[in-house]
Structure formats: C-alpha cells, structure tokens
C-alpha cells in the first residue's frame, strides 16, 4: 500500500508557514552546497556561494530584487569567497615531515 503526502504549496512567501519554508529552502541549499563543492572542491566557498543563491531567491520572491541588490549580493559572496583560502595538503604534509625528522 502506497501512501503518498502532498503538502499544498502556498501562494506567496510571505504567505506560507515557518515550516514549509524551512522545507524548501533547507533541501534547496544542501543540493546548492553539495553541486557546488564537485566544481569548487572547497566546501566554504561553496557554501558562501549557496548562501548568496538563496539571497537572490528570497529576495526575487519578495520582489525586492533589482539590479543593485543583486550586484551587491553577487559581489559581496565573491569577495567572501576569495578571503577564504585553500590549504594545500601537500605543503602540510612536507612540514609534517620535516618536522619528524627534526625530532629524530
């Protein structure tokens, strides 16, 4: 026996429930994450770049979105992103290793 849920979608944003938001927005930023970490292989990042997506959507959807607000959000998560940088693990690895042979 298959039972299937369907839960009715709400009409605006600011129409629907806490919960139904937190639905669609928490499986949305997961797969935004996780897409984003096979091309940036750097989770930080990717997650600076999901995060200002989901900006431009919540913001589209309020209708608050215009050419501003979006330059501004797309550069302020590029500028975020950069800051981060990436350890190389083979630099640590050689520093580890120096570092053994200089305690033998």
Do not use: C, D, H, W
């Not at 970490?37 to 750097?42: A, P």
């Not at 600076?48 to 501003?68: A, H, P, T, Y």
Request: charged share 10%; aromatic share 16%; proline share 3%.
């Amino acid at each position: 026996m298959n039972v299937i849920y369907f839960a009715k979608p709400p009409q605006t944003l600011t129409s629907g429930t806490f919960i139904q938001l937190l639905l669609f927005f928490i499986p949305l930023f997961l797969f935004l994450i996780f897409l984003l970490n096979i091309i940036f292989r750097f989770f930080i990042r990717s997650f600076i770049f999901s995060l200002g997506i989901i900006l431009i959507l919540i913001f589209k959807s309020l209708e608050m979105l215009n050419i501003l607000t979006g330059a501004l959000i797309i550069i302020a998560s590029i500028f975020i992103a950069i800051s981060f940088k990436k350890t190389r693990t083979a630099q640590t690895s050689k520093i580890q290793s120096l570092k053994l042979k200089k305690q033998q």
